[in-house]
């Protein structure tokens, strides 16, 4: 008899301005997009906030595909009912009832937010109405500082009625601030710079370098394991896979041993810049960590830098690696990310790095290259996935 809708609270969008139509538009395509095997019934607006109304067996279905869409920050299963009394009032025991059923609780507060201003009553008033309606017909109590459970009350175009509020994962919904061009390692960082990256909106899509046959297959399936994890928040992505091991053979036949990693590390640049000239990506992401390993020092950094004048963004620069693993746990790459497999870094790995490059140094180890070949070559051999 009640209907159910699951509330979407946005947050940062609010704070738009004139953009915030465009941004909420934005924000349902990915919805609809996520929810393309769900069913429900329709998806609207009411007063700042969007609904997906739906049957009420599907809402937890619902609320775990959509916790993924960037631009959400709570996500709330409710009872929409119209903006009657004695309906909020029925609406009101139903959850109570429910939300009892599941947890031991002995305490809850009400609390009313009254986006209607034409609406009579006061949100003060009426969240007494919520507490009257609760302690008549539940033997709970009523403790306003630290309650075991919150009955809440929306008063919109419609009322909605609930008592959870899930976390989404906030930041701004996808394709609001263009596209990157994402370097996809199998390790741990790159697939959480990548996820940090989509949240601010971003478009994202990505390289990857292996070492076929050093490294194998397994390798790269895993790497597009990831590239579905991430993809699950950032939507359709393309992994462009390019076999780096000519570029590695010629650097090592050329080059000192100790330079490999940093040169290496360019070459990746100039694949990613070429790729990106070409697809019109606005910019190129690294998992990049300042002082984690050899090549990213400063100096290291500034010598990969110095390729490209296109964005780079390394939205982990300043983290701590525990910081990075906890957000890698969150958002479900972690145990994919620590399976054994080799990485093309590895198969050439010098024993005593380069610390402090320079730039005129890489630069005058690079003359015995041909640098242009090198990079057309992978370029034209690279294959494309396309995780939809
Ligand atoms: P990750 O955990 O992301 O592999 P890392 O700590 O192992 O990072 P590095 O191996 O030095 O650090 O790589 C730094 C960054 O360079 C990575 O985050 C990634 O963006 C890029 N990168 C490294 N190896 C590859 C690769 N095989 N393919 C694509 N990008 C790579
Ligand atoms: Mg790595």
Redesign the pocket.
């Known amino acids: 008899m009640f209907k159910y809708a699951v509330g979407l609270s946005l947050g940062e969008l609010v704070l738009k301005g004139k953009n915030r139509g465009s941004f909420i538009d934005a924000l349902i395509k990915q919805v609809v997009r996520s929810l393309h095997d769900i069913e429900y019934k329709k998806i609207y607006q009411d007063i700042g906030k969007v609904y997906i109304e739906c049957e009420k067996e599907n809402m937890d279905r619902i609320i775990k595909r959509v916790s993924h869409v960037f631009g959400i920050v709570y996500l709330s299963p409710c009872i929409k009912v119209g903006k009657d009394e004695d309906e909020i009032r029925e609406a009101i025991k139903e959850i109570t009832r429910e939300t009892l059923e599941k947890n031991d609780f002995k305490t809850f507060k009400g609390e009313t937010k009254r986006a209607d201003k034409k609406f009579p009553m006061t949100s003060m008033e009426f969240s007494r109405v919520i507490g009257e309606t609760v302690l008549k017909n539940f033997d709970i109590n009523v403790d306003v500082h630290n309650p075991d459970f919150y009955v809440y009350v929306d008063i919109r175009q419609d009322a909605y009625v609930y008592t959870e509020k899930f976390r989404g994962h906030g930041g701004l919904p996808l394709g609001t601030n263009g596209t990157g061009l994402?370097?996809?390692?199998?390790?741990?960082?790159?697939?959480v710079?990548g996820y940090m990256m989509a949240k601010r909106g971003v478009k994202v899509d990505a390289?990857?370098?292996?070492s076929f046959p050093f490294t194998s297959k397994r390798a790269e399936e895993k790497v597009i394991k990831l590239g579905e994890i991430v993809s699950s928040y950032s939507g359709p992505m393309k992994i462009y896979s390019v076999n780096?091991l000519p570029i590695q053979k010629e650097i090592n036949k050329h080059c000192h041993e100790s330079q490999m990693?940093v040169l290496s590390?360019r070459f990746?640049m100039r694949i990613a810049e070429s790729i990106s000239a070409k697809n019109g990506y606005k910019s190129i992401?690294?998992?990049?960590?300042l002082g984690?390993?050899a090549?990213?020092t400063i100096e290291g950094l500034a010598c990969t830098d110095a390729i490209t004048d296109r964005l780079v963004f390394r939205p982990l620069i300043g983290m701590d690696k525990v910081d990075i693993i906890e957000i890698s746990k969150r958002i479900g790459t972690y145990e994919t990310?620590i399976l054994p497999f080799e990485?093309?870094?590895t198969v050439f790995l010098p024993k005593h790095p380069l610390l402090k490059p320079t730039i005129e140094i890489m630069e005058k180890s690079e003359e015995g290259l041909d640098i242009d070949k090198l990079v057309e070559e992978a370029i034209e051999n690279m294959t494309i996935i396309n995780i939809e």
Request: glycine share 10%; hydrophobic share 35%; aromatic share 4%.
């Open positions: 994402l370097l996809l390692s199998g390790g741990i960082d790159s697939p710079a390289l990857h370098f292996h780096i990693t590390r990746m992401i690294t998992g990049e960590n984690q390993v090549s990213q990310s990485d093309c870094c």
